[in-house]
Each structure stands twice: as structure tokens, then as C-alpha cells.
Nanobody, 123 residues
């Protein structure tokens, strides 16, 4: 049974930082591209960042480029999202996801999802 468990969310002031983690089990982690998505209240789930299985390639949504960094540790079956210079508009529930194919920006390209961790950025 595949499980993706996110952690590290919370309440932070604007300009602050958080580091999200996603621990994977039940799959060959190093064979999967990994992505982070977020969903704000009343909005659709949107792409944030993705990383290839080897960590050789990354992709970011334009609004987080230069502020967020995705990384992975295949020995620990964990993917991370370092979020710096947080803004109130980053407030959302953040989800990690695993994809067997090439990493992409559409939710349909991902096979497995975590339950999410909430991030609230106060102004």
C-alpha cells in the first residue's frame, strides 16, 4: 500500500520560512518523479514544484521561482520543499504526489497523493 505523508506545515509570518517533508512508503521511491501541489480555499489544486527521479531536473511554478526549492533524498524515501520569503498568497494546503512517468504540472499526471499539510502565512 502506497503512502505519502506530508509534514512541516504550520503558521508563519510573511517573509518567514518553512520546510515541508513528504515521506513515502510502499513504492520504489527512486523510480518516481515527485511533485508538490497546493490548494487554497475555494480554488483548484495547482502545481508548485516537481523533481525528477534522479533529482537531475526540477520545475517550478512561476510565482515560487527563487523562493521555493524542491529536493529529495532517495535513501530516506523523502521529498522536501523549502519555502522562503513566504507571502500570504502562499497560504494553502500543500500536497505531495508521485508520478511514474515524466514529472509534469498537471494533477492527472500523478498516481499517488498524500493527505496534505496546511500552511498559513499571516501578513
Amino acid at each position: 500500500q502506497v503512502q505519502l505523508v506530508e509534514s512541516g506545515g504550520g503558521l508563519v509570518q510573511a517573509g518567514g520560512s518553512l520546510r515541508l517533508s513528504c515521506a513515502a512508503s510502499g513504492l520504489t521511491f527512486s523510480s518516481y518523479a515527485m511533485g508538490w501541489f497546493r490548494q487554497a480555499p475555494g480554488k483548484e489544486r495547482e502545481f508548485v514544484a516537481a523533481i525528477s527521479w534522479s533529482a537531475g531536473r526540477t520545475n517550478y511554478e512561476d510565482s515560487v521561482k527563487g523562493r521555493f526549492t524542491i529536493s529529495r533524498d532517495n535513501a530516506k524515501n523523502t521529498v522536501y520543499l523549502q519555502m522562503n520569503s513566504l507571502k500570504p498568497e502562499d497560504t494553502a494546503v500543500y500536497y505531495c504526489a508521485a508520478a511514474t512517468g515524466l514529472f509534469g504540472i498537471a494533477t492527472i499526471e500523478y498516481d499517488y497523493w498524500g493527505q496534505g499539510t496546511p500552511v498559513t502565512v499571516s501578513s
